[in-house]
């Protein structure tokens, strides 16, 4: 299983990115995908999941501004962000929870 980020960046606040993640080695279509994220010195936050079917949840502080998704074909799974603040600077993980597996990580900086 090999989950790869990309598309961080360094971005002024009230920009946008979009995280792409890269999924292989296991059949991806009907699992649940998630977005999770790590800001120096804290825990590692929920930041959005999205169902086999495609329904979607996000955490309380990205919620409206944040948009998760997915492409079965492809086997990929994508992070709208917009509007993003400062405290939303930090490393966005990709996370398969059935296989526990997670990948390297992107970093993501919002700063004038």
């Known amino acids: 299983v090999h989950l790869e980020e990309s598309g961080g960046g360094l971005v002024e606040p009230g920009g946008s990115l979009r995280l792409s993640c890269a999924a292989s080695?296991?059949?991806?279509?009907?699992?649940?995908m998630m977005w999770f994220r790590q800001a120096p010195e804290k825990e590692r936050e929920r930041v959005a999941t999205?169902?086999?079917?495609?329904?979607?949840t996000y955490g309380d502080s990205v919620r409206g501004r944040f948009a998760i998704s997915r492409d079965d074909v492809n086997k990929m799974v994508y992070l709208d962000m917009n509007d993003l603040k400062p405290w939303d600077t930090g490393v966005y993980y990709c996370?398969?929870?059935?296989?526990?597996?997670w990948g390297r990580g992107t970093q993501v900086t919002v700063s004038s």
């Open positions: 996370h398969w929870p059935t296989g526990n597996s």
């Open positions: 080695g296991f059949r991806f279509s009907g699992y649940v």
């Open positions: 999205i169902s086999g079917p495609g329904g979607t």
